[in-house]
């Protein structure tokens, strides 16, 4: 059985159907060791530290977010924002870890008169 | 202005939550820096059972913004191996200056919470957080 990239198992959740400049969540959730480098294995080796690097959301080219630091995010990184958009199309987020996995996923959102 | 680029925006309002009563600052190019209490909320639990998922909820209040937005928000856990735990540059497309996510955290500590506006002024939160389970087994 081959071990699953890590990074490339993702959800980007939003709404399928939204008003014009109304507020909605972006979920998005990695699934991701974002291993520390401080723990250990059964025996005793420590376990290369292997966190997300960089990770951004944008939607259309315009940014959600950037993140310059994942030091502390869980393992299998969750993060909520609240956006509102004018126009139908695509938030896409992108990602890279340590060990130079990269992966991305997008989600579209159709936008309807208020 | 080089000099100051290299500093971490951040660390005024960790040096304004080290030194209650206000003080010379850590540094003398960090005085330009405004710190300010009671705009940013970190949402966050008191009583954590395990330092391996802490929910975090950081949100600004909209009514104290006058006009500037919010460029960048930060996570500072000072007792973790790494201290910066979380920082994450805003964009446009928010319609809230709020995120939801979950960090780790090292030890018992108090994590502050960091927003960094338009026009440069710092939001500063901190919460003391009590850890019955560290996310660190190994003695760091």
Redesign the interface.
Known sequence: MSEPIPGRNARLLVPPLVRTGEEFQVRLLIQHPMETGFRRDVDGNILEVNLLESLSLDFEGQPVFNALTMNALTANPFLTFVVAVKQSGKFNARWRDMKGNVGSISASVRVVAA | MKALAVLPWWLPAVDAFAQPTPQKPLDERLRAAKVERGGLSLDIPTLAETG??VPVVLFVDPAKLAGRTVA?L??I?PQ???P?????????????P????????GATQAVIGVAQLSDGTLWQHAIEVLLTGS????G?
Do not use: H, K, M, Y
């Open positions: 391996t998922s960048r930060g996570i856990a973790n191996p790494r910066v735990a979380l920082e994450l540059e805003l964009g446009s497309v928010l319609a809230q709020r995120l939801t996510t979950a960090i780790r955290l996310a660190c087994f190994d760091t």
